[in-house]
């Protein structure tokens, strides 16, 4: 049995599947979904994890399942044009972001962004109607929305979540108040997104390892010269400024703490 990720719909992460057959990465498969057969993309393949799958792919797509999976995707954007056009008209607060037709034409996938819950009833049997397929409007976040449409960050490299083709985990304000650039502000630890940018992820167990014995930031420490606040913590030089409280100034190492 092999393990291997699969991207099924371009707005969301991978999910593990088992495969009885040998596969590579880039090849089309087909898996069975909740509501019907759908083609994937294998991302990546695993020898060495414990996570089991509870899903497995069927087969590797068919040159007509390819050619159905295409003739779909050539009718998505008139798909997309319709229920842009119903949301205009039904003043909904959402921003359509991708759809996905099912591999037997019968379905239709919307992916949208909104602030809050949307009432969309009336414009699924709208589009129910004007498309004569069954439709499922699906709300997705703000950083799944950033994996889909892609860009450069900052760093002017491709973003993290569209990058990596894997599944990112959590990013925490926790991650940047190790790596001591939370008093950075919002702005300038966010990615396109608006969300805390993936890369905060990359190096914050490390720091977690240099941070182990150092005081916390504004946090009162004791030193040979006095008692004073830790203004300024380095875990990678191990140092820690201190403002004492007579006013002035020390840099100390982590074992000088008293």
């Known amino acids: ?7 099924l719909y371009s707005w969301e992460n ?11 990465k880039g090849d089309k498969v087909v898996v069975a979904t909740e509501y019907s057969n759908e083609i994937g993309i294998v991302e ?8 089991e799958p509870k899903e497995k792919i069927l087969r590797v797509a068919t040159q007509r399942d390819q050619e159905v999976f295409s003739r779909y995707e050539g009718q998505k954007k008139e798909c997309l044009d319709i229920c842009r056009k119903e949301i205009k008209e039904s003043g909904l607060e959402m921003k ?3 759809a996905h037709l099912s591999l037997d034409g019968k379905q239709i996938v919307f992916a949208f962004t909104a602030d809050g819950r949307v009432d969309f009833r009336e414009l699924v049997k709208s589009l129910s109607r004007q498309l004569k397929r069954s439709i499922r409007m699906q709300q997705i976040g703000s950083r799944d929305e950033a994996r889909k449409l892609g860009g450069y960050g900052i760093c002017g490299r491709e973003v993290c979540c569209a990058r990596s083709g894997g599944i990112m985990q959590s990013i925490t304000t926790d991650m940047a108040r190790v790596q001591q650039i939370s008093h950075r502000g919002t702005d300038r630890i966010s990615g396109l997104c608006g969300r ?9 167990d490390q720091y977690r390892e240099m941070m182990v014995g150092m005081p916390e930031l504004y946090s009162t420490v004791e030193t040979s010269e006095g008692k004073g606040t830790a203004i300024e913590v380095n875990g990678i030089t191990q140092e820690i400024k201190v403002r004492l409280e007579t006013g002035k100034y020390v840099s100390i190492k982590k074992e000088d703490i008293k």
């Open 44 to 51: 990546d393949i695993f020898e060495d994890i414990q996570e």
């Open 96 to 98: 359509l972001i991708d």
């Open 14 to 24: 991978p999910k593990l599947y088992r495969s009885d057959f040998e596969v590579s």
């Open 1 to 7: 049995m092999i393990k291997v990720s699969v991207t």
């Open 196 to 204: 805390l940018m993936c890369c905060l992820a990359y190096e914050a």
